[in-house]
């Protein structure tokens, strides 16, 4: 039986945690949520949830996964398989399953969640999200071949091949950079297509202008860094 883990970056989401947390499937092992500084009840209402609370004083989606990861390393049990999944209840935790299976089944190292058109709920991606990710995986695909039509952030990866991936961004640019790696390391991957909807609340990256620029100007330094690595 894999033992899986997920891991749950989280910035003031008192409204929509728990319920994310619920729909998890109950055969994952454990669910880690990083409060990113929240000033609300984010933390008090994941921990009646079940799941494991931890804090990360540094503002960033990465600065948030980069601790969750770090307290995986440090536990006596292991872990094989790692899920990434937003706090917003934005994407179907109950269909964590979908892009586990591949990992599974199949021995595939990294698999994405991917937002298709036709599985998104009217508005639940801003016309930002929908053209830095057109923009980010046409640039993988010419650069690299790559095949990925998603920077999702729903996302399972072998817990080893995690590690062999050295992660390192503290902000925006976590999973383009998960992404590039697994395709400059010869990774496996896939893309699983998953329904989506309408987050609870106003997202921090693509909901302000400064966001969507600041998380745009960093996908696309990654890129060019490994493109011309």
């Known amino acids: 039986m894999n033992k899986v883990r997920v891991i749950i970056p989280a910035y003031n989401e008192e409204s929509s945690i728990a319920k994310v947390i619920k729909d998890i499937p109950s055969h994952i092992s454990e669910v880690i949520v990083v409060d990113n500084k929240s000033t609300d009840l984010t933390s008090k209402n994941a921990k009646e949830a079940g799941a494991t609370v931890l804090y990360e004083p540094h503002m960033g989606y990465g600065y948030a996964c980069l601790n969750g990861l770090s307290y995986l390393e440090n536990l006596e049990d292991i872990t094989d398989i790692v899920v990434f999944l937003d706090g917003d209840y934005s994407d179907y935790p109950d269909e964590m399953d979908k892009i586990l299976k591949p990992i599974i089944e199949e021995d595939i190292d990294l698999v994405i969640g991917a937002r298709v058109k036709?599985?998104?709920?009217?508005?639940?991606?801003?016309?930002?999200?929908?053209?830095?990710?057109?923009?980010?995986?046409?640039?993988?695909?010419?650069?690299?071949?790559?095949?990925?039509?998603?920077?999702?952030?729903?996302?399972?990866?072998?817990?080893?091949?995690?590690?062999?991936?050295?992660?390192?961004?503290?902000?925006?640019?976590?999973?383009?950079?998960?992404?590039?790696?697994?395709?400059?390391?010869?990774?496996?991957?896939?893309?699983?297509?998953?329904?989506?909807?309408n987050r609870i609340g106003t997202s921090k990256v693509s909901g302000t202008m400064k966001g969507a620029v600041m998380a745009g100007v960093k996908i696309l330094g990654w890129i060019f860094k490994y493109t011309f690595k």
């Open 118 to 197: 036709s599985k998104r709920e009217k508005g639940s991606m801003t016309f930002p999200q929908i053209f830095g990710n057109w923009l980010a995986t046409s640039l993988m695909r010419l650069f690299f071949n790559s095949k990925f039509t998603d920077l999702g952030p729903f996302r399972a990866i072998n817990y080893q091949k995690l590690l062999d991936l050295n992660m390192e961004d503290k902000t925006y640019g976590w999973t383009v950079e998960m992404q590039l790696k697994a395709l400059k390391q010869n990774f496996s991957y896939t893309e699983v297509e998953m329904n989506y909807r």
